[in-house]
C-alpha cells in the first residue's frame, strides 16, 4: 500500500481479519492517508481465512460448554499468526475485555515497532490462542463492537499521527488531550464574533505568557469537571503545558 519510496523503513503494521477489504478504509484518507502514499508508514491486512485448515475454509465453530454464536478457533489463528507476525512485533487483540487504550499506550505503539493487530469477530476468540501467542487485549471502550477492524483503525490511526514527519510540527502532539494528564482547552478561530460570542480577549493580546496560563487554567477547570478520573489521577509532576500547537487536519 505504500505508494512512495520512503527514506527511512515505514512504520508497517500488520492485521489479521476476516475483512481485510475493510483497510486501508477511513486510514486512507487525510493526514493517515498522506502519511500512508509517502511511506511514512505501511499496512499488511492479511484474511485468516487465508490460514483455514480445512476445504470449507472454517474459521470458527460452537462455544465449548454451550451458549449462543461461535468463537474463532485457536489452531486457525494460531497459524495466521505464525505466518505474519514479525519479531519483535507487539501482539495486540483487540477486545472489550482488554486494558483500556490511552495515550500512554499509544505513544508507546508509535516509539516501538508497528504492531500486529488481531481483529476478534463473533463471539471472541479461543483463549488458548490468546495465552499461547501471547496477545495483548486492548479495549477501546465499555462497549461492545461488531468485529476488531473499527476497533483496530482507532488504535492505528492514534498511532499514525504520532509518527515523526505526520503532523506539521513536531510538538503538535504535545499541547492536546491527554499529553499531561489533562483535556485540551477550548479552541477558537475566525470570525472574531460568532452570534454575539466573541473569542476571549487573552487570545488575542499576544502575550504568549498569559495565552499559555489561560490555556492550562482552561484544561485544567475542564479536566475537574468533565472528568474527575483523570484529574485524580494526574500525578504532582506531569510536565507543564508547552506553547500553541500548530494547524493542522489530525
Ligand atoms: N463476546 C465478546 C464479549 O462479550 O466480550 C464480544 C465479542 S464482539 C461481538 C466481536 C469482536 O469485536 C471482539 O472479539 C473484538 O475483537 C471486537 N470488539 C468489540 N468491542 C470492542 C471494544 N470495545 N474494544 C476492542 N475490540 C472490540
Known sequence: ????????????????????EMFPGP????????ALASGIWALDA????????????????????????????ADVLARAIDAVAAPGQPRLLMSPRGAPLTQNLVRELAQGPAPLIVCGRFEGIDQRVIEARHLS???IGDYVLSGGEIAAMTVLDACVRLLPGVMGRLSSGEDES?????????????PQEFEGRLIPAVLLSGDHAKIAAWRRSEAEALTKSRRPDLWARRSDEAP??????NTTDG
Open 1 to 20: 500500500m505504500t505508494t512512495t519510496s520512503p527514506t527511512t523503513a515505514p512504520w508497517r503494521a500488520t492485521v489479521l481479519t476476516l475483512f481485510p
Open 27 to 34: 486510514l486512507g484518507l487525510s493526514l493517515a492517508g498522506r
Open 46 to 73: 492479511h484474511d485468516i481465512r487465508e490460514y483455514a485448515l480445512d476445504r470449507h475454509r472454517s474459521v470458527d465453530d460452537t462455544p465449548a460448554g454451550g451458549g449462543p454464536g461461535m468463537v474463532l478457533r
Open 137 to 139: 487485549e486492548v479495549s
Open 178 to 190: 491527554f499529553s499531561d494528564g489533562l483535556l485540551e482547552y477550548p479552541q477558537y478561530t475566525r
Open 240 to 245: 507543564a503545558k508547552k506553547g500553541p500547537k
